[in-house]
C-alpha cells in the first residue's frame, strides 16, 4: 500500500530519536558502571596501602622494640624473633623460625612447656600465659638467663597465636643483690654488719630453744686499737680491722656468721 513520505519520515524520526535515547542510557550506564569499577578499585589500593602502611608500622615497633618480642603457634613453633630477642639469646630470625620455643626452654621447662600451651587451648586456664612471671631462659651458648616473661594468646581464623613478650632481668636481679649486699654487710671489712648480727641472732636464738640445741657466741675485742688509730693514722687502723676479719672468716665454719658490732 502506498504511504505518503511525510508519514515515513515522520516513524524513522521516531524510530531513530527512540535508539538515540538508548545509546545515550547505555552510554550513562557503561559511564556510571566504569566510575564504579574505578572507584573501586582506587578503594581496595587505597585500602591495601592502608595495610600494608599499618603492617610496615607495627614490623618497626616490633624490630625496635627494647624488649624481646617472640610469636609462636599452637605446636609452639616459632613465627616471629625480633632483633631485641636476638641480641638477648645470641640467635638470628632465620636460625630459629620454624624451630619449637623449646630452644630457648631450659630444664626442667624445656618437656612441659608445649604441655602449657595446649593445656591452655583445651581449658583457657592460664598457668604461665596471661601472667608476669620470673623465669629462667637459655642463651645459644648454654648460658642461663634470668627473664621476666609475659605471654598472650588469641585464636585467629588459621590458628591461635602466641606473643612472648621477654625482658632481661639480670640486671635488676644484680642490683637487688647489691642492694642486700649493701644493707647486711660492712662495707670495710665485708663481713656481716650489725644490722645483720641483731636480725640473725634472734633468729639463732629462737632456733636453738626449739630444737634444744647448743649455741656459741664469740665475742672479739682489739685491745688498744684507739691506740693504733692515734699513732699510725686510721689508714692503718682499717687495715688492722680487715687482716683480723679476714683471718676470723678463714677460721670459721659455712655454718657460722662474722660480723662488725
Same mark, same amino acid.
Given at each position: 500500500s502506498f504511504h505518503?513520505?511525510?508519514?515515513?519520515?515522520?516513524g524513522a524520526k521516531a524510530l531513530?530519536?527512540?535508539?538515540? =535515547?538508548? @545509546?545515550?542510557?547505555?552510554? =550513562? /550506564?557503561i559511564a556510571v558502571s566504569l566510575w564504579l569499577y574505578t572507584g573501586l578499585k582506587l578503594g581496595n589500593l587505597e585500602a591495601n596501602q592502608v595495610l600494608q602502611q599499618k603492617d610496615a608500622l607495627v614490623h618497626n615497633i616490633v624490630e625496635t622494640? +627494647?624488649?624481646?618480642?617472640?610469636? #609462636?603457634n599452637e605446636r609452639a613453633i616459632i613465627s616471629s624473633f625480633n632483633e631485641?630477642? &636476638?641480641?638477648?639469646? !645470641?640467635?638470628?630470625?632465620e636460625e630459629v623460625i620454624g624451630k619449637n620455643i623449646n630452644i630457648i626452654v631450659p630444664e626442667p621447662h624445656h618437656e612441659a612447656h608445649d604441655s602449657y600451651i595446649q593445656r591452655y587451648i583445651e581449658t583457657l586456664e592460664p598457668h604461665i600465659i596471661g601472667k608476669p612471671r620470673e623465669l629462667e631462659a637459655q642463651?645459644? &651458648? !648454654?648460658?642461663? /638467663?634470668?627473664?621476666? /616473661?609475659?605471654?598472650? @594468646?588469641?585464636? /585467629?581464623?588459621?590458628?591461635?597465636?602466641?606473643?612472648?613478650?621477654? $625482658?632481661? #632481668?639480670q640486671e635488676r636481679i644484680e642490683m637487688q643483690k647489691d642492694l642486700?649486699?649493701?644493707?647486711?654487710?660492712? !662495707?670495710?671489712?665485708?663481713?656481716?654488719?650489725?644490722?645483720? +648480727?641483731?636480725?640473725?641472732?634472734? $633468729?639463732?636464738? &629462737?632456733?636453738?630453744?626449739?630444737?634444744?640445741?647448743?649455741?656459741? =657466741?664469740? =665475742?672479739?675485742?682489739?685491745?688498744f686499737?684507739?691506740?693504733?688509730?692515734?699513732e699510725f693514722g686510721h689508714p692503718a687502723g682499717d687495715a688492722m680491722l680487715i687482716a683480723i676479719a679476714k683471718a676470723t672468716k678463714q677460721v670459721s665454719r659455712d655454718i657460722d656468721f662474722v660480723t662488725r658490732y
Amino acid at each position: 500500500s502506498f504511504h505518503p513520505a511525510e508519514k515515513l519520515f515522520s516513524g524513522a524520526k521516531a524510530l531513530y530519536e527512540s535508539f538515540l =535515547l538508548i @545509546g545515550i542510557i547505555l552510554s =550513562l /550506564l557503561i559511564a556510571v558502571s566504569l566510575w564504579l569499577y574505578t572507584g573501586l578499585k582506587l578503594g581496595n589500593l587505597e585500602a591495601n596501602q592502608v595495610l600494608q602502611q599499618k603492617d610496615a608500622l607495627v614490623h618497626n615497633i616490633v624490630e625496635t622494640a +627494647f624488649d624481646g618480642i617472640i610469636t #609462636i603457634n599452637e605446636r609452639a613453633i616459632i613465627s616471629s624473633f625480633n632483633e631485641a630477642a &636476638s641480641a638477648m639469646f !645470641g640467635y638470628k630470625a632465620e636460625e630459629v623460625i620454624g624451630k619449637n620455643i623449646n630452644i630457648i626452654v631450659p630444664e626442667p621447662h624445656h618437656e612441659a612447656h608445649d604441655s602449657y600451651i595446649q593445656r591452655y587451648i583445651e581449658t583457657l586456664e592460664p598457668h604461665i600465659i596471661g601472667k608476669p612471671r620470673e623465669l629462667e631462659a637459655q642463651h645459644k &651458648s !648454654g648460658k642461663i /638467663l634470668p627473664i621476666e /616473661l609475659r605471654i598472650s @594468646g588469641k585464636e /585467629l581464623d588459621s590458628g591461635w597465636i602466641f606473643i612472648s613478650m621477654i $625482658h632481661d #632481668i639480670q640486671e635488676r636481679i644484680e642490683m637487688q643483690k647489691d642492694l642486700e649486699k649493701m644493707a647486711t654487710t660492712d !662495707g670495710l671489712t665485708e663481713v656481716f654488719n650489725r644490722a645483720f +648480727f641483731t636480725r640473725q641472732i634472734e $633468729h639463732e636464738f &629462737s632456733r636453738a630453744r626449739r630444737y634444744k640445741l647448743n649455741l656459741s =657466741l664469740v =665475742l672479739l675485742d682489739i685491745d688498744f686499737f684507739k691506740a693504733v688509730n692515734d699513732e699510725f693514722g686510721h689508714p692503718a687502723g682499717d687495715a688492722m680491722l680487715i687482716a683480723i676479719a679476714k683471718a676470723t672468716k678463714q677460721v670459721s665454719r659455712d655454718i657460722d656468721f662474722v660480723t662488725r658490732y
